[in-house]
């Protein structure tokens, strides 16, 4: 599935795949020997099994200011070693199973990540166990992390596009508890976090019971049930997770300008809502932000890098806050000389898009283009596990996720026009955000010098 993802956070050691030929796949279901339910798509051609472990929920058990434990988290997990087992001895072992390791923190869950081929499968899942179950959570570790972490967002503070984005979110997100998880500020919260919250989120949050457990690949069912046991092995049954309390993002019909002197260039950031994450019209939006910013023939980039010749690249993407908060949005960095003509052309092509949709001509190309992208999904193993986690994540069948090229195929463009015209916001409706070294570029509704400031302009 093309996935619009603005943030994803995950730590990996050796993650291998190899592409297979798609086939009619018949989905199952089987219990572990230890009791452990698991969904499978059996895929004789593959060279190696995906076995996917989510903890549904958030983190909303976590204190105020230590939100940032879930990125933080996984990390300790992978990349600290496990007891009696250093972080270069686990990467070493990985290396030479030809397999894979991967945990990541998103709001709704935590996902997990077992690969191995059918001759070490099992072996693959003791390293994994011992990195659930027994990670070292070394206070070292944690220092270099939160250094490299603290490093990491300073530096990101300093450019056009983290001053956009953070103050996008200190608006949509408000005071929500997720707006720390995702700006990471003020980043001394990140310092207070200690090897003990860290050892409470780990037991509350890694456990063998609640668990969702999605498997695609070419190993046996016995090795599969071996490998799901061993890696969920001494780990509590009870599951402590709880989410934070709902979301509801706001955007202000505003237009935002961030005074930045010291900046080279400015930016453009343009956000609105569209309706929650694989809604029905899901595939009818993701074509059309596809046509609209995604390629170098789409749209966009044709009118502000081709034509108006004011920036290198500008894209459009969907991005899903939460299951129930998804935004359209069309971003990019611009010459400041250009700005004015970059932020008209910008919204007359979007109105243009969101009034007429997708050409007579050029709707067949986008489409062949993206039902490929998407039958494509069903050639890989991994393809095929997302498949199965995002439908039940996002409470539908699991055959509805796998019929997600089916879907693809089959749009019309009448139908993806119409969606365009009614789920995609009306710019006027949208928040604006500019960054530029130049305080008059454009005419604002709030200018601040600082995304800290951005809760002035909610």
């Known amino acids: 599935m093309i996935k619009f993802i603005f943030k994803v956070v995950c730590t990996s050691l050796s993650l291998v795949a190899f592409g297979i030929q798609a086939s009619a796949f018949e989905l199952q279901t089987h219990k572990s020997p230890e009791g452990h339910g698991f969904s499978m798509v059996r895929m004789p051609d593959a060279t190696q099994t995906f076995i996917r472990f989510v903890w549904r929920g958030g983190n909303g058990f976590v204190s105020p200011g230590k939100e940032n434990i879930q990125e933080l988290g996984p990390v300790m997990m992978v990349n600290g070693g496990s007891v009696g087992l250093s972080a270069d001895e686990l990467v070493t072992q990985i290396n030479a199973l030809g397999g894979g390791l991967q945990i990541y923190s998103k709001p709704d869950a935590l996902h997990g990540l077992l690969i191995g081929s059918d001759t070490n499968l099992v072996h693959t899942a003791k390293l994994l166990n011992t990195v659930l179950a027994k990670p070292a959570f070394d206070p070292r570790w944690l220092r270099r992390f939160q250094r490299s972490y603290v490093e990491n967002v300073t530096a990101h503070l300093k450019t056009p596009a983290g001053q956009a984005w953070r103050s996008l979110r200190e608006i949509t997100v408000g005071d929500h508890p997720l707006r720390q998880v995702w700006n990471a500020t003020p980043v001394e919260n990140l310092t207070t976090i200690t090897i003990e919250d860290i050892k409470e989120w780990h037991h509350r949050t890694v456990t063998a019971g609640d668990v969702g457990i999605f498997v695609a690949g070419n190993a046996d069912i016995e090795d599969i049930g071996a490998a799901i046991d061993i890696a969920l092995r001494d780990l509590p ?7 934070f309390p709902p979301l509801v993002m706001h955007y202000p019909a505003k237009t935002i300008l961030i005074h930045r002197p010291k900046s080279a260039t400015s930016y453009i950031l343009v956000g609105g809502p569209v309706p929650k994450t694989y809604a029905a019209n899901q595939e009818a939006r993701e074509i059309g932000v596809g046509v609209l910013g995604v390629s170098d023939q789409s749209r966009l980039v044709t009118a502000i890098r081709k034509e108006l010749r004011a920036a290198y690249g500008f894209t459009a ?8 908060n998804a935004m359209l949005y069309f971003q990019g960095e611009v010459e400041t000389a ?19 949709g997708i050409g007579l001509i050029e709707f067949p190309f986008a489409q062949r283009l993206y039902k490929n992208r998407a039958a494509g999904m069903l050639d890989h193993p991994r393809g095929v596990a997302n498949l199965l986690v995002e439908a039940w994540l996002s409470d539908r069948s699991l055959k509805d996720g796998l019929a997600y090229p089916d879907r693809a195929a089959n749009l019309a463009r009448d139908a993806v026009n119409q969606v365009i015209h009614e789920d995609f916001p009306p710019f006027s409706d949208m928040l604006k955000i500019i960054v530029s070294p130049v305080q008059g570029s454009i005419s604002a509704d709030c200018v601040i010098r600082d995304f800290s400031q951005a809760k002035n302009c909610r």
């Open 317 to 324: 993407w969907m991005d899903d806050f939460s299951r129930d």
């Open 338 to 356: 250009k700005l004015e003509d970059a932020y008209k052309t910008v919204r007359e092509t979007y109105e243009e898009f969101r009034k007429d």
């Open 237 to 243: 049954r009870t599951s402590g997770r709880q989410d």
